[in-house]
């Protein structure tokens, strides 16, 4: 089945994708908080040197997340 | 903390998004006057100060910990959270200053719209506001004042821009408890109006929106009865209320009522792509050149409490050694001198000698966290840390312990998650420390043979330096082996903002070095000065009339000998400590410590070293007769003194067996155990502060030491 949705492990450095949804309340609530929403532009700039976390930009706003985290932001194909 | 009985005082506080700057702020209007204490029953730091008005109205500032809404995911946030669902809280505020950072207006108003439907009157901040004008951001905040019906008053916390004007508008806002009433932000969902009215009506809760929050957080809330939570679990279930979903709902609705709001009240130009910001993160971010930047820098926080501190150290324990001396030659010898330099100076010269560790680590932190370093650290080694239970900041804490463990697991106050800076804090202690170099010297060079191998390598520096690599893969061990044991209480998040570089403000910086200052001082201080005395008098006195006639044997003995004053001296001070308690304990332990290959004079080190390590080779230059060396063996390097103990280490035989004392097997056994053994007072007393309660310390203490005497009985076992 064809995904309908990326997420930020998807995206390449420097490309940027507007959030769609989160599937998972927990993260939700926290990434909503932050001001992470449904419509934020959402820029990848880098991985972490050991893994496993991306630098990303939301709204312009720089933000280090988990790899559970960042698939948990949905975003536009 | 606030006041008993009568008029309780006014409590203003400072609340706003991690990041927001409050803390700048709360700083500009309080100076050195802060107090920094816990919220009862926690961790969570709260710091206060008693504030005089312009008009003289006294009042009590309270800096709450930085959070982005009242749904809370961190400890931090659980507080702010705790404390605003229940106005009998002695933190309970009676007017909140919401500051804000303008230059991201939109994405801090969601904690703001929230407090806006507890009903506490409450006055928007926009700090930041020269950094907005410098950005070309235009903020008309009388529109906001109208938009939300609350005064709105751009300042600067850096600048120091308004704040006047921010205690004038707080003066009055005090006056205006009804304006705060009548107005609200968010309209419930029809479900969830019926469980707010079902909590307002059986737990008697006024205002529809901390209903609303007690029907979410009633499970973990600490001020609710058993009977309170159940009756909530009740109306939540027949309700049918998700929770977590519901929360989730609430904050987007409010987004979506407070972003067009704000847009309208702020001209921003667009964004440039560019920033310096981006261009420094290119390289302190980058893959190779990130962590390589981050281990310099370590080395140079490193080499600040290593050797820089080491003057101001010496300064202090020279003069306490002056006054000390002072002292005796102006008392008469008599128990209570002694108790006065060996005792009392001795712990107070032994509190004090740490400061300048602390500054200095705290001086560097400091400017670390302040200039927004710290979160890239988190960053670039969140899944290291996590594997073993800890947390990027944790290799800050780690790599200061190699100096010290007292100042590095204070450090770990930055750790947002409780159970990673708990794991920190109890992991912190196997980094080989400062205090262990002497200790591991005169060992090494009893035990290990000086050849070189290959010619090149030195046998005894690579024992050496195998000796930290032990205490570090231990620390790892034992951060892994809490991770499975304390399981997860919380959830654990990374998602953490990296702000913006700013150049560190000065005032925050030395603010905070000298609270952590006063904080271990009073704090731990103490605790050492406690433990201090009684090791004192442990060495100082014995059973029945002991001491007396081990002095007068001993006087008689050098007599016979024909032995000079200090030699005298010396032969009284070793019997002495032989007859005293410390001494009859390690003959008591001397089964218990023997099967590590241990006599009771390695006994009575052990426990007099608890003092901290390096105490140990001090012990033992007394029991071994050479009294005055004392001051030279606790040096760092190699010279004269240790070489001379070591010589009277060999000639040490067992009392019963005449089988030498010193073999290799001991020589390394005791090594192991001075790596992993909890030998330090002051660091149990700064757990003890850090952790809120004995029960880490103790247990810290215990889990240590049982490590420690199995590897070193293995060792011994392996060696012999």
């Not at chain 2, 995911?73 to 705790?82: L, P, Q, R």
């Not at chain 2, 938009?147 to 308004?162: A, E, K, L």
Request: glycine share 6%; proline share 5%; hydrophobic share 45%.
């Amino acid at each position: 089945m064809q995904r309908r949705y990326r997420t930020i492990p998807d995206l390449k450095i420097n490309e940027s994708a507007r959030a769609i949804a989160f599937d998972d309340s927990a993260l939700a609530c926290k990434l909503t908080s932050m001001g992470v929403l449904p419509g934020s532009r959402v820029e990848m700039i880098r991985k972490s040197p050991f893994g496993n976390a991306y630098y990303v930009k939301a709204d312009g706003v720089r933000l280090a997340l988990r790899e559970e985290e960042a698939a948990s932001i949905l975003l536009e194909i | 903390m606030n006041g008993e009985g009568g008029m309780s005082p006014l409590k203003i506080a400072l609340i706003g998004n991690p990041n927001s700057g409050k803390s700048t702020v709360f700083n500009q209007l309080t100076g050195l006057r802060q107090r920094t204490g816990n919220f009862p029953g926690i961790t969570v730091e709260v710091k206060e100060t008693d504030y005089r008005f312009p008009s003289g109205k006294e009042a009590i500032l309270i800096d709450f910990p930085g959070t982005y809404s009242l749904y809370p995911t961190s400890s931090d946030e659980k507080v702010v959270a705790a404390v605003l669902a229940n106005p009998a809280d002695p933190f309970f505020p009676d007017a909140l200053v919401y500051i804000a950072d303008v230059t991201h207006l939109e994405k801090h108003l969601l904690l703001f719209t929230q407090l806006l439907d507890l009903h506490i009157p409450i006055l928007l901040a926009l700090n930041m506001s020269d950094s907005a004008a410098e950005l070309g951001i235009k903020v008309n905040a009388s529109k906001l004042a109208d938009t939300f019906g609350v005064p709105v008053i751009p300042i600067s916390g850096r600048t120091g821009q308004n704040i006047m004007r921010l205690t004038v508008e707080l003066e009055k806002l005090l006056d205006k408890k009804d304006a705060a009433a009548s107005r609200s932000f968010y309209n419930p969902t029809e479900s969830e109006k019926q469980v707010i009215q079902a909590v307002q009506q059986n737990l008697g809760v006024e205002n529809p929106y901390r209903a609303l929050q007690i029907a979410h957080h009633a499970e973990w809330l600490p001020f609710l009865h058993p009977a309170e939570k159940e009756t909530v679990a009740a109306i939540t279930s027949t309700k049918n209320f998700h929770s977590l979903r519901a929360q989730v709902d609430e904050t987007l609705e409010r987004y979506d009522r407070f972003t067009p709001l704000s847009q309208a009240a702020v001209a921003q130009p667009p964004a440039f792509p560019n920033t310096p910001t981006d261009r420094i993160d290119a390289v302190l971010t980058h893959r190779f050149w990130g962590p390589l930047v981050f281990f310099a820098i370590m080395l140079l926080v490193f080499q600040a409490i290593f050797e820089w501190s080491a003057y101001p150290m010496d300064w202090i324990e020279g003069g306490f050694a002056h006054l000390s001396e002072l002292v005796s030659d102006k008392l008469p010898a008599a128990w209570y001198t002694e108790l006065i330099t060996d005792g009392i100076l001795a712990g107070l010269g032994g509190i004090l000698v740490f400061v300048p560790q602390i500054a200095l680590l705290f001086l560097l932190i400091g400017i670390l966290e302040e200039v927004g370093y710290m979160s890239r650290v988190v960053f670039m080694f969140d899944k290291t840390m996590r594997r073993f239970g800890m947390n990027g900041r944790s290799m800050v804490a780690l790599i200061s312990g190699s100096a010290c463990a007292v100042p590095a697991i204070m450090s770990s106050r930055t750790i947002g998650n409780w159970q990673e800076r708990l794991i920190t804090v109890m992991v912190t202690p196997f980094i080989s420390c400062s205090a262990r170099i002497p200790v591991y010297l005169v060992l090494i060079g009893l035990a290990v043979p000086a050849v070189k191998l290959g010619g090149i390598l030195s046998l005894q520096s690579l024992v050496f330096g195998a000796m930290y690599v032990l205490g570090l893969l231990t620390a790892f061990l034992a951060g892994w082996a809490m991770k499975k044991w304390l399981r997860r209480r919380e959830p654990s998040f990374l998602a953490i903002e990296l702000p913006v570089y700013r150049m560190p403000l000065w005032k925050n910086v030395l603010l905070n070095v000298w609270e952590k200052v006063l904080a271990f001082i009073s704090g731990a201080g103490k605790i050492i000065l406690i433990v201090s005395i009684a090791l004192w008098a442990l060495s100082r006195f014995g059973p029945g009339d002991a001491i007396r006639h081990a002095d007068q044997a001993a006087q008689e003995e050098a007599r016979q000998m024909g032995l000079d004053t200090t030699a005298t001296d010396d032969l009284v001070q070793q019997r002495r400590l032989e007859a005293s308690w410390a001494g009859q304990a390690g003959k008591w332990m001397e089964p218990a410590i023997r099967p590590l290959g241990y006599d009771w004079k390695i006994g009575i080190a052990l426990l007099t070293s608890f003092a901290a390590r390096e105490v140990f080779t001090g012990t033992l230059a007394v029991l071994y007769n050479m009294g005055d060396a004392e001051a030279d063996i606790n040096d760092r390097s190699e010279n004269e003194a240790k070489a001379t103990l070591r010589e009277r280490m060999k000639g040490e035989k067992f009392s019963d067996n005449g089988q030498p004392v010193y073999t290799l097997a001991t020589a390394l056994s005791l090594l192991v155990f001075y790596a992993l053994a909890m030998q330090c007072m002051s660091t149990l007393a700064v757990v003890r502060r850090e952790t809120g309660s004995w029960k880490w310390a103790f247990l810290q203490f215990v889990l240590m030491s049982a490590l420690a005497y199995i590897a070193a009985w293995l060792v011994y076992v392996a060696f012999s």
